[in-house]
Structure formats: C-alpha cells, structure tokens
C-alpha cells in the first residue's frame, strides 16, 4: 500500500463523552482532502458507531483506553479504532444486521452495518480477552482523479 500523506494517532479514556470527541477529530483531519460535507458526516457516522461500540460491547462502560488513527492518501482515508476490550466471541455473527450482544440495552445490533453503509470497506479483527480493532476506509469521489 502506498505512504500516507498525512497521518493522526489519538488516544483516550472509554467514556461516552469521548465519542463526540473522536468524532470531531477524525472529521477535522479529514477535511484537509475538502471532502463534500456528506462525505464528512459519513465518516464521523462511521467513527461514533466504531467508538461507541468499543466503549459499550469492548470494555462494557468499564475503564479502559480507545485508540484511534487515522491515514490520509490523496484522495482517501484509512480509520482505525482500537480497543483492549473482551473481544468479539464471532464476527460474522456481531457484523449481522440487528445483531447486538446487549438487548437490554435497547440498542439497534446496526453498528458494523452503518459503518459498512457509510464507508467502502470495514474490516474487524478481534480477539475474546484481547481486543478489537476496526480498520474502514473511504475513497473521496469528489476528489478521485
């Protein structure tokens, strides 16, 4: 794979609150490509959905750190997010569609489904005890030569 061109490692405690943060970060590193503002929210979407999940299924609203980086390339971008959670027992089974590990907390099972909406590729490894990491990318179509 070719060298980025520009590139941001960021990390910070598993609370909630962080996720906006995440958020805002990848969003104002992207923004140096002049993405459209739809294909800005698409990452930040994609971001908060792959923070929040670190945060909730990963360390369980427990403490713990996410760590994400993000590689610009001339017209595209690679985002990972990272955490040192319980893992994930069977991908295939957590990337369906409604899945979710937790009913009781009323959440929709659509995280890796909206992360695979807004982005052009998700990839997810995990480890049960060890962690997750979940690396997207997205290709800029107003930039793309």
């Known amino acids: 794979m070719m060298q ?5 490692k960021v990390e910070f405690i598993s609370k909630s609150s962080n ?3 995440a958020r805002i970060v990848a969003a104002a590193f992207v923004s140096q490509l002049d993405p459209t503002v739809e294909e800005l929210t698409d990452v930040k979407t994609a971001v908060s959905e792959a923070v ?3 945060i909730i299924h990963g360390y369980e609203n427990g403490s ?9 390339y001339a017209d595209s971008v690679e985002i ?3 955490d040192d959670g319980k ?5 295939e089974l957590a990337r369906q569609p409604l899945y979710t590990s937790k009913p009781e907390l009323e959440r929709s099972g659509m995280g890796f489904t909206v992360m695979e909406s807004f982005m052009d590729k ?4 995990s480890e049960p005890g060890k962690g997750t990491k979940v690396v997207m990318f997205k290709t800029f179509k ?4």
């Open 4 to 8: 980025p061109i520009n590139e941001v």
């Open 19 to 21: 996720e906006s943060f």
């Open 52 to 54: 929040t999940n670190a």
């Open 64 to 72: 713990g750190y996410v760590r994400m980086q993000c590689k610009l």
């Open 80 to 82: 990972q997010i990272e």
């Open 87 to 91: 893992g994930i027992e069977d991908i």
């Open 122 to 125: 998700v990839d997810v490894f």
């Open 142 to 145: 107003s930039i793309s030569r």
